[in-house]
């Protein structure tokens, strides 16, 4: 479903791009959150489904503000998809069918899956520091439904990425976080695990002829094509893997753009003829350095790009998709959006 690529190939001008796939559009805000604004692992409602006592839900003060892509409504609550915070820090939240959280039972604290991705970029400067921190935790991450109409349960893991070049890979399985950190985990998709993605990239190292350890006399230069999770790793991986680095700033976030692209699926497509089939909505692309933010609305073919200010002190939202329309919200379909940001609530307080 979704594709996250990570442009490190010049250390000095890290970008991340991701694609999101899904079903249809959806309701979906670029945010604007604070340093210092404080936050719940999940709203009262929630927890008291789950039977989770209201001590044990896990709350936190933002050490960093930063820019996020946020899905939801006010009557179906949010969800952090993807953001970047101003120490350079940006997390994606990718749909991972095989996660096994555990049960929402025992002495420890919550957290919902909803706002996972908002927990990591409100707390940590970098990979190394969100990596440790899963480590040694007590934390429980516990699946909502996504806020939207499909009905489907908040099965994520995350890939990380920042501005020292540095990755990292998070998934959960029984209870228990899966965790990988390396400058060398620049592609991430929703399956196989990562500990399998990592196999099929050292097969395709060594069918691209670039192992030195197991030299071959007739390296193949290509990659699969089709929309698989699978098939989207290793090309993304290819592409990647034989591109030069960028020379400069703007030309690394646009070189991250287009090998993203590739793996970019058509709108309606669908072999299959199933009643739902997921095709790229965005793309979002986080500037580590310069730290601006940018999303790639499919519905426009257009980019906008928000940033943080000196005067940035209150929750601010711009709204860009409404759920199944084909219509954009947005009020100018190209350019900064800074300025059209109005005030708005913490959906996570």
């Not at 960093?64 to 952090?80: F, I, N, P, R």
């Not at 094509?225 to 646009?254: C, D, I, K, M, W």
């Not at 200010?309 to 711009?318: A, E, G, K, V, Y």
Request: some cysteine; proline content about 5%.
């Amino acid at each position: 479903m979704c594709t996250r690529i990570f442009n490190n190939l010049n250390p000095q001008y890290p970008i991340t791009a991701r694609n999101m796939d899904w079903f249809w559009p959806i309701n979906t805000y670029l945010y604007r959150f604070p340093k210092g604004m404080k936050s719940r692992g999940l709203d009262a409602k929630s927890a008291s489904q789950l039977g989770i006592r209201k001590q044990q839900v896990l709350q936190w003060r933002s050490e960093y503000a930063s820019l996020v892509t946020v899905m939801g409504s006010d009557k179906q609550g949010y969800a952090a998809v993807d953001g970047l915070n101003e120490a350079g820090l940006a997390v994606n939240g990718l749909y991972d069918s095989d996660v096994s959280y555990g049960p929402a039972t025992g002495d420890g604290q919550f957290l919902s899956a909803n706002r996972w991705v908002q927990f990591v970029l409100d707390c940590f400067a970098n990979v190394h520091q969100a990596i440790q921190f899963f480590t040694s935790n007590t934390i429980t991450i516990v699946s909502e439904r996504l806020p939207d109409t499909s009905e489907t349960d908040s099965h994520l893991h995350l890939s990380l990425s920042d501005a020292d070049g540095n990755a990292g890979v998070i998934e959960v399985r029984d209870g228990v976080f899966q965790l990988y950190e390396s400058h060398d985990d620049t592609v991430v998709t929703n399956q196989p695990d990562y500990k399998t993605q990592q196999t099929l990239k050292a097969y395709w190292t060594y069918a691209w002829g670039l192992d030195p350890k197991n030299p071959i006399a007739h390296p193949v230069y290509s990659a699969p094509g089709g929309n698989s999770a699978t098939q989207r790793f290793e090309r993304a991986s290819y592409y990647l893997t034989f591109s030069q680095p960028a020379q400069n700033q703007r030309e690394a976030v646009y070189q991250a753009r287009s090998l993203v692209a590739t793996c970019s699926v058509p709108v309606n497509f669908n072999p299959y003829h199933t009643e739902k089939a997921s095709y790229t909505i965005w793309t979002n692309v986080a500037d580590h350095r310069q730290h601006v933010y940018y999303l790639a609305n499919t519905l426009t073919m257009d980019s906008v790009w928000i940033h943080f200010s000196p005067d940035h002190h209150n929750c601010q939202r711009l709204q860009l998709q409404k759920e199944k329309s084909t219509e954009s919200v947005c009020p100018v379909q190209s350019g900064d959006v800074s300025r059209y940001l109005t005030l708005c609530e913490n959906p996570f307080v």
